[in-house]
C-alpha cells in the first residue's frame, strides 16, 4: 500500500469554514460597531452573513424566542438568502414558518411545534417545508454536535457587554447548547439582547463564543407555559392525584421525579402539603424535581417538602420567588434562576426516579401520542424522561422496585407514569384502537408514526378508575387486560373482562381506590393547598407575580 | 384547610446554602490574595472551605486529573475534615482511595475506576468506601443537578486570569458540567491551574462561576487513553475490521458513529483508506464521529473519509494536528479542541447511528462486562452510548434498518456492535456462561450486578468467526443459537447446533467471512493504512507528536 498515493490531505484545505466565517465577517465591518450591530442594520447585516443553503439555528425555545431575530430572517431579500435549512428545537411564531414560504428557507429539522401545529402539518403536506426529521430535545441538541452543526446561530439573551458575554438571566434555556455547537465549529453567533450594559450581573454565555449582539426592538418573546390556574383542577384530576400519591410516590418510595405541565400533575403538588402531609409522607418522597418553576409548586416548597428543583427554563412571574429561595433552585450570584434545558434533560432522563405526564389518546398496547389529526406538533422533551433509560445503572428503591424476575442479571427500570382521563374535553375517548398519529405521519410522509411515548417503557398508567401497573404483566396479553380494567367506558375499556380484572387485581397488577383506601368521595377541591392563582401568590408571600392573564383581581 | 397552619415558610432561612458559603469564604479571607490562593496555602485553605460531611466533586476525569488539589485533599488533617462524600466522574489515582483510608472521605459516588479497580474491589470489602453508586457518566452528571450537588468543586485546567475566567484547552471534558452544577447552588468552586495569565486565550468557563484559582506545583496530570500503536494489530482484528466494514456499516448505512477505544476499532479505522476506499466506500459512510482525536484516525481524515469529530476529551499529542484540521474537530478561537464530555455524551447516546465497542466477557444472552474476578473497574460511559435510546425519534436508514417487524407502531434502534474475539490473551474464553460481574457484585454488595451492556440492546456481536445478527433473531432461544455459531471453541460455542446455524445463515441472522466475500487469507497487515505510530506521524505531516512512550525512535 503505497501511503502518499492515499494521502491526498495535503492537496486541501482544512480551513473552509473559518475561512468562509472570517470572509463574511469581513464584508458587514462598515455595518457594525464592532461586535455590535446596529438594531436598524440587522437585515441588511443577515443578508451578508447568511449564505444560501447555510444551517441556521434559530432559537426558538419553549418559553423564550428570538422574535427580533427571527423577524429580521423574515424580511431579508429571498433573491440574496434562500434554500437555508433551519434548525429549530421549537416552531412558535408565524414568521417561522412564513420564512419557508418565502422560500428564505427551505430543510426543517425540529422538535416541537405546539401553537403552529396546525399549519406545519399543511405546510409538509403541500412541500413547503422540507422535514429533515422531528426530534426530541436531547437528540436535537446531540446532533448539533453531529450532522447537524450550525453556519449560524440567532440566539436571545437578557444583557451583554461590549465583549459579548451574555446575560440570560432565568432563562439560560438552551441558549449554551446552540451557542457551543455553532461557535466552535467556526459558525458565526449573533445574540438579540433587551439591553447593552457595561457590565453584565453574570456571565452566563462567555463573549469569546459570540460574534455579534444587536439591541432588539423590544424584550424577546417570553411565555409563561407552565402556569396552570388551580381553578381549573376538578375533584376528578384530585383523586388522580390521590391515587399516584398513594399508589405510585409512596407504595415505590419516589425521591426524585419530573412532572409534565397539566392539571393532573399540578393536582399532585397542590395536594402534597394536605393529602401527602395527613399520610406522613412529608420528608419522606418527592424531595428532588426537574421540572420547571411551577407555580403550584411554591405549597409544596413553602411546607418544606422539596429539597431541589433544577429547570430547564423560567417562568414568567417566578423570578422573585425563585430568587428568594436559593436552597431550593439553582441561582447564580446576580440572585437569578439558571435554567438550563440541555442538562435539565440529562437530569431528568437519568437521574430521576419517575416521570410523570400525560397524553391526548392511548392504545391498547399503551403506545400514546399528543399528535391529533391535522396536526403535527412534534415531541419536545417528554420522550427522553418517558423511557426507561438503558444506560442507567445507579440504583434507588424506586428503579429496584419494578424488577419483576429472578435473575442475576435483572436491572431496575424508571417509572414512566401516565395519568390520563378516560375522555378528552368533548367526549373523546383517550383510549382507542388506532392512534392519530398513525394517519398523520403517513399524511406527512415520516418515516414512523409520531408515537410520544411508547407502551414497553411505560410502566404505569393511572386513570380515574385506577391504576394499571404495566410493569407487573407478565406477558402483552396481560398488559392489555389490565389496561381495559381503567379504561372505562372508552372502546378499549369495553374489552374488559371482569373475571381477568379480579384476578389482576388480587395479583397487584391493577388497583382501584378502594384498593389503596381512597374513599372517591374524599376528592374535594378542599383538599388543594392552593385553589386560584391568589392563593399561590399569599403562599409565595406576594414572591409570585403571576402575568395578567392569569390575574383575576 | 388553613393555609396559614401549612406555611411553614416564613420560619425557616431558604439560602443556609449561600450564607454557609459566604461564611467559609471569610473565613479565608486572610490566606488568599482576592480569587488566587497561593500555591503553598492549599492545604490550609482546603482545611478551612471545606466542611466534614460536605459533599466534594473532585474532578479526575476520564484523562485530565485535578491532581494537584487531590494530592491537597489527602494531605488535609483527618481531624479537621472528614466524613466527605466525594463525587468523582473517574477514580484514578492512589490518594483518590487514600483519602478514604485515612478518614478523609466515606462516601463515593462514581463512574470508572479503572487503574484502582483492584484495590476498590478490595475498599469496598473493607468496608473503607462506602459506595453510593457507581454510575455512568451521563448519570452521575445528571445527579450533579438533582441530588448529588457539591458543596466543593475541585477541578483543573490550564490558565486562569485574575477574575477566574478559565481556559481548558484541548481538556475541557467534564469541568464546565462539574463547576455549573457547584457554581449554580452556592457551592465553592477551586480550579487549579498551571499558570495564571494576563488573559485567557478563550474562555472555557466564566470567571463569575469560579472562586478560588491556585497554581499547581505541576502541571494536571493527563494520561493518553485513546492511542493504540498500530503495531499490535493483529490479523485476526484485521479479519473483524473487514467484516464490520461489509457486514455492518455498508450494510446497514452506517453515517454516523462512535468507537470505544481498542485494536478492533483502530484497526476498522486504518482499513477505511485501505480496504473501504476498494469497496467505494469513501464519501458514503463513517462521516460523522462522537470520539477522542483517536490518532488511528489521523489516515481516514486525511483520505477524506471523516467530515466531523466531537470529542469527549483531548488526547496527548494530537494537540497541533487537531488545531491544524478546524474542519474536522471543534475548535476555538484561539484555535485549539473544544471538547465537552457531557454533550459528546449526548450525542453518542442520541445522535449516532452506532456504537461499536469490545468486552472482555459475554454470556450465552449477550450480556457483557469489563468486570473481572477481584476487579471493579465501573462503566465509564460506555452504557449511555451501548444502549438503544428510547427518546430517539429521529430516523436515519441504519435505525430504521433495525426494524424487523411489520407495524405501524414500529420504531427503529441504535446499532449496538460489541466486537470480540472468541478467547482474550491468556486463552480465556469470551463467552462464558456466567459473568464474573455476578460474584463481583454480590462480593460488594451492589444491589445490581455490574453489567456492562445488556444483551437486549446489543444487535450485532462480531467475532473472528463472523457476525450474529441479534436484531434479526425472532426470540430468545434463536439470539442464543446465533451467538453459539461465532463463539468459537468457547463453552458457549460448543453449545452449537450446525443444523440450526445452517438454517440461521439462510436467513440471514448470521454471516461467515464467505457470506460477506471476505477471504480470511485477505485480512493482512499490509491493509493497514499505518502500521506503526511512525506511519500515523508520517500521515498527519509531522503534526501528531506522539507522548515518549509511544515513540520508538
Avoid at 86 to 96: A, D, N
Avoid at 105 to 121: I, T, V
Avoid at 257 to 282: C, D, Q, R
Amino acid at each position: 500500500m503505497n501511503q502518499s498515493s492515499l494521502n491526498v490531505g495535503s492537496q486541501r484545505s482544512w480551513t473552509t469554514r473559518r475561512d468562509k466565517k472570517a470572509g463574511q465577517i469581513a464584508k458587514v465591518q462598515k455595518l457594525v460597531n464592532g461586535r455590535v450591530i446596529p438594531t436598524e442594520k440587522i437585515v441588511e447585516v443577515l443578508e451578508t452573513l447568511i449564505t444560501s443553503g447555510d444551517c441556521v439555528a434559530l432559537e426558538g425555545d419553549n418559553q423564550k424566542q428570538a422574535s427580533f431575530l427571527s423577524n429580521a430572517l423574515n424580511n431579508v431579500n429571498p433573491d440574496k438568502v434562500n434554500n437555508l435549512h433551519m434548525v429549530m428545537s421549537s416552531v412558535s411564531r408565524p414568521e417561522h414558518l412564513d420564512i419557508f414560504e418565502k422560500g428564505i428557507a427551505k430543510k426543517l429539522d425540529f422538535s416541537y411545534a405546539g401553537s403552529q401545529s396546525l399549519r406545519m402539518a399543511q405546510a409538509i403536506e403541500d412541500n413547503i417545508v422540507e422535514v429533515g426529521a422531528i426530534h426530541t430535545y436531547l437528540e436535537l441538541y446531540g446532533r448539533l454536535f453531529v450532522d447537524l452543526t450550525p453556519n449560524i446561530a440567532l440566539v436571545a439573551a437578557d444583557k451583554a457587554d461590549a465583549s459579548g458575554n451574555l446575560y440570560t438571566g432565568a432563562n439560560t434555556e438552551e441558549t449554551p447548547t446552540i451557542v457551543e455547537a455553532t461557535a466552535f465549529r467556526d459558525g458565526i453567533v449573533i445574540a438579540q439582547v433587551n439591553e447593552l450594559v457595561d457590565e453584565v450581573p453574570r456571565v452566563d454565555i462567555p463573549g469569546s463564543w459570540v460574534d455579534f449582539v444587536v439591541v432588539s426592538d423590544k424584550p424577546y418573546q417570553l411565555e409563561a407555559l407552565f402556569t396552570r390556574d388551580p381553578r381549573q383542577i376538578t375533584e376528578m384530576h384530585i383523586l388522580m392525584a390521590m391515587m399516584a400519591i398513594r399508589g405510585v410516590y409512596e407504595k415505590h418510595n419516589v425521591q426524585s421525579l419530573n412532572h409534565g405541565v397539566g392539571f393532573n400533575t399540578a393536582a399532585i403538588e397542590l395536594l402534597l402539603p394536605t393529602y401527602g402531609e395527613s399520610l406522613g409522607l412529608k420528608g419522606k418522597i418527592c424531595k428532588n424535581w426537574t421540572l420547571n418553576p411551577h407555580p403550584t409548586l411554591i405549597p409544596a416548597i413553602e411546607s418544606g417538602w422539596v429539597e431541589s428543583v433544577h429547570c430547564f427554563g423560567g417562568e414568567v412571574g417566578m423570578e422573585k420567588y425563585v430568587a428568594a429561595r436559593p436552597d431550593i433552585f439553582f441561582t447564580g450570584r446576580d440572585g437569578s434562576l439558571r435554567s438550563n434545558r440541555a442538562m435539565c434533560q440529562v437530569a431528568g432522563q437519568y437521574a430521576v426516579d419517575a416521570f410523570v405526564g400525560s397524553t391526548l389518546q392511548m392504545d391498547a398496547d399503551g403506545h400514546s401520542s399528543t399528535v391529533t389529526l391535522g396536526r403535527l406538533a412534534g415531541y419536545g422533551g417528554a420522550p427522553n424522561m418517558g423511557s426507561d433509560p438503558h444506560g442507567r445503572r445507579h440504583a434507588t428503591d424506586a428503579w429496584l422496585n419494578m424488577i419483576t424476575e429472578e435473575s442475576s442479571i435483572a436491572r431496575g427500570r424508571k417509572l414512566v407514569v401516565q395519568m390520563v382521563e378516560t375522555f378528552q374535553q368533548g367526549n373523546k375517548p383517550v383510549f382507542v384502537e388506532s392512534l392519530d398519529a398513525i394517519k398523520v405521519g403517513k399524511d406527512a410522509k415520516l418515516p414512523i408514526a409520531p408515537v410520544m411515548v411508547y407502551g414497553d417503557d411505560v410502566t404505569h398508567v393511572v386513570t380515574e378508575e385506577g391504576i394499571a401497573y404495566l410493569y407487573k404483566a407478565q406477558n402483552l396479553e396481560e398488559r392489555r387486560q389490565a389496561l381495559t380494567a381503567v379504561a372505562g367506558v372508552t372502546p378499549i375499556g369495553q374489552r374488559n373482562d371482569p373475571e381477568v380484572t379480579e384476578k389482576l387485581r388480587k395479583a397487584g397488577v391493577i388497583a382501584f381506590p378502594e384498593d389503596l383506601k381512597i374513599k372517591r368521595t374524599d376528592a374535594k377541591r378542599s383538599l388543594l393547598a392552593a385553589r386560584s392563582i391568589d392563593d399561590l401568590v399569599d403562599w409565595s408571600s406576594g414572591l409570585y407575580e403571576p402575568p395578567a392573564k392569569f390575574q383575576s383581581w
